[in-house]
């Protein structure tokens, strides 16, 4: 399974590299990633707890930067192993270009699975891929970025017209 987007960032490229560099700032944005030790230069060992479909697993993996290019590009590729529920590896090629108002950060993302999860139907595992990339970058830009001015100030964000509020909005989103 194969997947690309891109996302431009409030940020200087400089910044970006370095966040992308940072093992803090990666188990922030890892979805359920529980705990990573390590370095770029040696690799990062982490555990992450996935919930794909009905199973729900704690895989024990690596994750290493490769292809790094200083400022420009780099590829993350992990590996982990589930126990029963089967394994999953892929990886992350992300480049990096500065636009005006900050960078432009483009990636495809390439995933396989085996075991368990991987009986579960391509249509379920492509939608859970899919889903984990998009939170990864996602959380990736909002640390990068800092928190929304307002956010800083102490003030509740404006609420679109029609929006529902606290619990009833998670409920029925």
Request: with cysteine.
């Amino acid at each position: 399974m194969e997947l690309s987007d891109s996302r431009v960032i409030n940020a200087a490229p400089e910044a970006v590299w370095s966040a992308l560099l940072d093992p803090e700032v990666l188990k922030a944005c890892i979805p359920g990633c529980q705990e990573m030790n390590g370095s770029v230069a040696d690799g990062f060992e982490a555990v992450v707890v996935q919930k794909i479909g009905p199973v729900k697993a704690t895989f024990k993996g690596a994750v290493q930067l490769s292809d790094i290019v200083e400022g420009k590009s780099c590829t993350i590729s992990g590996e982990g192993k589930g126990g029963p529920a089967g394994f999953a590896n892929g990886g992350a090629k992300v480049t990096l270009t500065p636009v005006e108002g900050g960078t432009q950060l483009d990636y495809t993302v390439e995933a396989r699975i085996g075991g368990k999860i991987a009986q579960l139907g391509s249509r379920i595992i492509d939608g859970v891929a899919r889903k984990l990339a998009d939170e990864f970058f996602a959380k990736f830009q909002s640390v990068v970025e800092g928190p929304a001015p307002e956010a800083e100030a102490g003030e509740e964000p404006a609420k679109a017209e029609g929006e529902k509020k606290g619990w009833i909005k998670r409920v029925f989103s």
